[in-house]
């Protein structure tokens, strides 16, 4: 037990209440009524449609009787971070420099068995009512169990490094984790936490929606079972209302893959 008279620093206050360091400090972002609802919608579309660009979505948004051009849907896209999807459908931006280095794909021919032999991790738009937060994921590919995640207010390498040490340190390594060619993913920090826990890389081909598909389903069923139902007013409640959707995910719903089995059972009997 804490005593009341006893000093914490915040990565340790953090730490102990399992919330990620840049989420305490969110406020919301300074973003126009009508843009928060433009950026809604555009979410929905893009989760509905992965392959869509901004002319692709302009013209849906335009069929719904918007007034709106490409111009503000890639400023909206790129506030989202989800400008990236040109050629690819991508969230995350490429990594520029030599510090940064893509890996090929592994999966194409890949007969995936068993638990820990293929982890896949991403990152996904979370709508505020006010505002918005990236969620970062981990799922076990055969299970379709999710592993860890975490939410941040930015897109930079150090949550996404979190959900990583969160998932290794609960579930042992995986032999290939799975990733686009994101800048978190590729940046040195990153790669030499997964190199040196015995993983090895796989990332996207560029323009490939599907190389990835074990957690885009998720990111889909995720958004329509719990975000887009709520309203969320911060950011302890997103993070509370995913934690419990994942939970139910995890140990209530099962997966057509495994027929009546959820992704706990199937990874507890697996592994």
Not at 63 to 87: H, S, T
Not at 106 to 118: A, F, G
Request: hydrophobic share 35%; net charge positive; charged share 30%.
């Amino acid at each position: 037990m804490i005593s009341p008279d006893e000093k914490l620093s915040i990565s340790r206050q953090c730490k102990l209440v399992s919330l990620n360091r840049s989420s305490l400090y969110y406020k919301s972002m300074p973003v126009k009524g009508e843009n928060i609802e433009l950026m809604k919608r555009i979410d929905e579309l893009y989760t509905d449609n992965p392959d869509f660009g901004s002319r692709q979505i302009r013209n849906s948004l335009r069929r719904e009787g918007r007034k709106i051009n490409r111009k503000r849907v890639q400023r909206l896209m790129r506030d989202m971070g989800i400008m990236a999807i040109f050629p690819g459908r991508n969230l995350s931006k490429p990594g520029i420099g030599s510090e940064h280095k893509v890996y090929p794909y592994l999966l194409r021919k890949l007969s995936i068995s068993r638990p820990n032999q293929v982890w896949a991790t991403d990152i996904t738009y979370i709508r505020l009512a006010h505002g918005f937060v990236y969620l970062v994921a981990i799922i076990d590919w055969y299970s379709r169990k999710i592993l860890s995640h975490e939410i941040s207010t930015t897109m930079d390498q150090e949550f996404c490094i979190s959900a990583y040490r969160m998932a290794i340190t609960q579930y042992g390594n995986p032999e290939i984790l799975n990733s686009d060619q994101g800048s978190q993913f590729t940046s040195k920090e990153y790669r030499k936490l997964v190199l040196g826990s015995g993983a090895t890389f796989s990332m996207d081909g560029k323009g490939r929606a599907l190389d990835n598909i074990a957690i885009e389903r998720f990111w889909r069923t995720l958004k329509y079972g719990e975000v887009y139902l709520k309203e969320y007013e911060s950011v302890r409640e997103a993070k509370d209302g995913i934690k419990a959707l994942i939970e139910k995910y995890n140990s209530r719903r099962p997966h057509t893959k495994h027929g009546i089995s959820t992704p706990d059972e199937v990874f507890g009997v697996a592994a």
